[in-house]
């Protein structure tokens, strides 16, 4: 994922509100979201070059997501793919401070990034370029290809458009809307991560519209205060028009302690 945006325990009937924008190279081959014959617990969208993902949930409503952390000074070519971190949080059976303390031990081997984790009862995130991970409380958060929460332009805007977007529920359409923001930001406000600065620019924007690298998908998770999973994807042709759609609706096998 390139922005990944939560509410955790901000809405009322729904506890854990997650909107993600996955770009990358368009020759990248990808699968969209489904549930895995291999690991027939996860719902994600899979890497097809590196078996991975960048956002999945679990039937028993374990939820984690990826972005990599733009530095071209910290490449690391030879290191295994994150994608696989995502699969070792989502199948991992320990408490969210434990999950973040594995991630610490082996973030070294792989190039950068920031990994959240929910169990349903608490929200973490891993930063491995601090090497440092935390539970977070009740929020609204950002994240893209930086620190969770660093104020580039367009974690700043799709924030504000989130809090907004929350009140529609359980209608998504204002989610996705803020998804589809193209707007650039103005060149005194860019971040300066290394890249050209026509890179910064195409960057800068929640959706990105490039020839060869550009949001491939978009992805809305909501879970109720019931346990009730929503899970849409849209697909993205290069154009920007929609080139598939998928939605999956279960529940949660939640236990009285587990109940927000």
Known sequence: MCLILVAWRVHPDYPLVLAANRDEFRRRPTAA?????????VLAGRDLEAGGTWLGITRAG???????????????????SRGG???QMLEANVPIEE???QLRGVSARYAEFSLLCSDGTQLGVYESVPGAGRT???????????????????????????AAALAALPDQARLLELLR???????????????????ERLLSSAFIRGADYGTLS??????????????N????AADGACAGTVGYRFQIPCTPSQRP
């Open 233 to 236: 994807e849209w697909t993205w």
């Open 85 to 87: 971190l995502v699969l």
């Open 62 to 80: 374990q939820i984690a997501a990826l972005t990599n952390y733009r530095d071209p000074t910290r490449v690391k070519p030879n290191a295994p």
């Open 181 to 199: 923001d193209d707007q650039t930001a103005a060149d005194e406000h860019l971040p300066r991560t290394g890249v050209s600065l026509e890179w």
């Open 218 to 231: 978009s992805s809305v998770l909501c879970v109720d205060a019931h346990g009730g999973v929503e899970f």
């Open 136 to 162: 977070l409380g009740p929020g609204i958060y950002g994240l893209s290809n930086d620190l969770l929460d660093t104020p580039w332009p367009k974690v700043q805007r799709a924030k504000s458009q989130l």
């Open 99 to 101: 999950r973040l303390a």
């Open 33 to 41: 979201a489904h549930w895995w014959s291999d690991r027939p617990q």
